[in-house]
């Protein structure tokens, strides 16, 4: 039943949408059912005064001055209807009546107002969480999207609210703090671009655009006195940035004091074209910024981020890069080691990779030969590293990371060639994050096993990979450690892994891993002798689930989801060519929402599995397909016809 109240919004909804006449009826509906409420007269008549009828509108009037006598609302009402009718004098009259009943002094005008006037330092606080830049991470993956040119920017969206607004927001460092140069989209204003942002960074009291000078307030630049400086630097698509403009942003960087500030540096030549001659210019680039950020921003650099379309040859020891910056904890090193080209780091303060003792010159300038290191060797010194991540890379040297450099190690990421090199950083003690795909199948056998008990103790994210061997050694050993239990772990990648039942049910069981959220088998084969994998018969928290490319998944698999895995959302089965949607069906059937039933859709119960990825399952019939994009969201289902006797054309539901 419509109640006054609704039936009022209706009416102020079609009032500011120009129905008038709808507005009408609605105050009047809402005025049978409170005839005496002064908000509904007053409404009806401000509709009245839109349409001319103004006698109406007057009766309205009169009923608010009668309904609310002490009150000047009634009399402003009446004094515009009579404005209106141009009879001005009986207009000044009840206006000066209804003067009469404004109060002489406001106790609460004076009040203090939390809303309207904010403390300087919520509202930085707020403006600076609302344009709060994207993390530094972001940009370290060599396949990020291109950014589109008409990217919308919070910040300067705030300084349109009003002048005052963007007066503050120009005066305070804080908001400038972080400085992305794309070489696309700045290709010929990076310089003006880099000059502008680190003055703002600065605190300087820079002309702004027309001429003025924004008048930040004493209270602003003493509140962040102090805190300038650029803090981050991004530069995308550097490999389309002149050379004369890489080498002016590095300048005014220098000039104006912001090197000494940074904090956080990535530098991407993942995106924009790259060519022949952009790939030799890579490694000089990323050079010249290391040797840059090494010579000002030594003492306070944390982040370091570097990604390529190329292979990256790391011709350094590792533990050396975080050795020339005291203060860095993150290192990203990202690649692909399918590329032709290749990229490196060559900087002088770096230890080369393909020695762990400093190479003896003669007076005579004769270079003796580099021995091996002496047993009683002095290990490096311990680092502030809490973040490793080296992918694409190619390590040609078996000189090993010392795990001491990395006593406070807890996200590593490795898919690199040449396990050697950072075997024994897989033996770090409380790793959260377990990402490693080594290639060498010889270094896979030859070297000791990690220590698993120490290393995944806390883990939350497996993924293993690389050498046909590797992935299985490692899981045998945790079944031969107890088996080891994974209390903490939620996602877990055995991607084109060859394992045995065994290690499947033992180590995954919900009795053994019960947070697990995400499991990915993709690609994965039957360990000899086995020749089927079935999957652990409880899987209590799974949630996404991807068999893709496997020959062991069939629909006594699909089925078996039924039971084991109560809470799934999320199934990957594509390139199954074995399987057939019946038991899709039953999945779908049995995880059935009822409280997303509503009238308005015919009572459709949507299922809560979100997403279906069915591609490349040939087998699976049209009417199958059909139901499951009735009983799925839209959007859920993933599923190309490939014959085009069945359908003509693709679809994506």
Not at 103 to 116: L, N, V
Not at 477 to 493: K, M, Q, T, Y
């Amino acid at each position: 039943m419509k109640t006054a109240a609704s039936l009022c919004s209706a009416g102020i909804a079609a009032y500011r949408a120009t129905s008038y006449e709808t507005a009408v009826k609605l105050f009047s509906q809402a005025i049978d059912l409170a005839a005496e409420s002064p908000k509904l007269y007053d409404a009806r008549a401000s509709a009245y005064e839109k349409l001319g009828r103004l006698q109406e509108g007057l009766l309205d009037a009169r009923q608010v001055i009668r309904l609310l006598p002490a009150a000047s609302k009634g009399y402003l009402r009446a004094a515009r209807l009579l404005s209106t009718a141009r009879k001005y004098s009986n207009a000044e009259a009840v206006l000066r009546q209804g003067l009469e009943r404004v109060p002489s002094s406001d106790g609460k005008g004076r009040m203090y107002s939390p809303i309207s006037q904010l403390p300087l330092e919520l509202f930085v606080d707020i403006i600076s969480l609302v344009s709060e830049p994207r993390p530094a991470k972001d940009y370290s993956n060599a396949e990020i999207p291109r950014r589109r040119k008409n990217r919308p920017n919070a910040l300067f969206t705030c300084m349109r609210v009003c002048r005052s607004w963007r007066q503050l927001i120009l005066s305070t460092p804080r908001f400038w703090s972080t400085l992305s140069i794309d070489g696309v989209i700045n290709s010929k204003n990076a310089e003006r671009k880099a000059v502008w942002i680190t003055q703002r960074a600065s605190g300087a009291d820079v002309t702004a655009p027309g001429g003025a000078r924004p008048a930040g307030s004493a209270q602003s630049r003493s509140l962040h006195r102090g805190r300038g400086g650029i803090q981050r630097l991004v530069l995308t698509a550097a490999q389309e940035l002149p050379e004369a403009a890489f080498e002016t942003i590095l300048k005014v960087l220098e000039t104006s004091g912001s090197a000494t500030t940074l904090r956080e540096v990535v530098c991407s030549f993942a995106d924009g074209q790259r060519t022949t001659v952009s790939v030799q210019g890579e490694a000089t680039r990323s050079s010249r910024l290391v040797r840059f950020l090494h010579e000002h921003a030594r003492e306070r650099l944390q982040f370091f981020g570097m990604s390529t379309g190329g292979r990256i040859y790391p011709d350094f020891d590792l533990s050396s890069f975080f050795h020339a910056f005291p203060r860095l904890e993150a290192l990203n090193l990202r690649g692909s080691a399918l590329s032709p080209s290749i990229v490196g780091i060559n900087v002088p303060f770096l230890r080369p990779s393909m020695a762990t003792t400093t190479a003896a010159t003669q007076s005579t300038g004769v270079t003796v030969a580099l021995s091996p290191p002496p047993p009683n060797e002095t290990l490096p010194p311990p680092t502030r590293a809490r973040h490793l991540a080296i992918t694409g890379a190619v390590f040609v040297s078996d000189v090993p990371c010392h795990l001491a450099s990395f006593p406070g190690l807890e996200h590593l990421e490795l898919d690199v060639v040449g396990a050697g090199t950072p075997w024994q950083l897989l033996s770090g003690r409380g790793l959260k994050t377990y990402r490693a795909t080594l290639y060498g199948e010889s270094h896979v056998v030859e070297l000791p096993i990690p220590d698993l008990a120490a290393a995944w103790a806390q883990v939350e994210d497996i993924r293993l990979g690389g050498a046909k061997r590797f992935a299985s050694r490692l899981l045998q050993e945790a079944i031969r450690l107890g088996p080891l239990r994974f209390n903490h772990l939620r996602a877990l990648d055995l991607s084109f892994a060859s394992l045995t039942n065994e290690q499947l049910g033992v180590l995954f069981h919900s009795t053994n891993a019960p947070v697990l959220e995400t499991l990915v088998l993709a690609s994965t084969t039957a360990s000899p002798p086995e020749v089927q994998l079935v999957l652990p018969d409880r899987l209590d928290a799974l949630k996404r689930l991807d068999i893709s490319h496997t020959a062991w998944v069939t629909d006594r698999t699909v089925r078996g989801l039924i039971k084991s895995a109560p809470m799934i959302e999320a199934l990957e089965v594509r390139g199954n060519v074995a399987l057939s949607g019946r038991p899709l069906m039953e999945l779908v059937r049995s995880r059935a929402c009822p409280e997303t039933a509503s009238a308005a859709t015919d009572d459709v119960v949507y299922s809560e599995v979100t997403t279906l990825a069915l591609e490349g399952c040939t087998k699976i019939e049209t009417p199958a397909v059909e139901w499951l994009k009735k009983h799925i969201r839209p959007g859920g289902v993933k599923f190309q016809f490939i014959d085009p006797s069945e359908r003509r054309s693709s679809y994506c539901y």
